[in-house]
């Protein structure tokens, strides 16, 4: 006979159920699974965005904002203030992806890449 031990699911594992719970759980969610956020949001969008294109860069915002939130499994709508709040948590893990050249900017043509991206 199999033995079982019974755990209780800390509260964390449950899909939060506002968008303070969202964010809270993503400001303490490490840069790595971020960085994998945004790799994947950049390659939905063909490995790259025009940085000057205020459309595509919104358009990547919130569909970064709407994986991560997925991811999470948090189900609600997520307002406009709650992506500008995404954006600034994800600041950290973008700016360290540009630094070790895991995202290639170029200022010439004013475009954003990521590296490897097939």
């Not at 033995?3 to 809270?24: G, N, Q």
Request: aromatic residues 4%.
């Amino acid at each position: 006979m199999a033995a079982f031990t019974l755990i209780s699911i800390p509260a964390w594992a449950e899909a939060p159920k506002s968008e303070v719970e969202l964010l809270a759980r993503i400001a303490a969610t490490g840069g790595e699974v971020l960085t994998s956020d945004i790799a994947d949001t950049l390659h939905a969008f063909g490995c790259g965005i025009h940085t000057l294109d205020h459309n595509e860069v919104h358009a990547f915002v919130v569909d970064l904002a709407h994986h991560i939130a997925q991811r999470e499994g948090y189900a609600g709508n997520l307002s406009q203030d709650a992506i500008g709040k995404i954006a600034d948590l994800v600041q950290g893990p973008l700016t360290e992806m540009v630094e070790r050249g895991a995202i290639v900017v170029d200022e010439v043509e004013s475009i954003a890449t990521l590296v490897d991206c097939e």
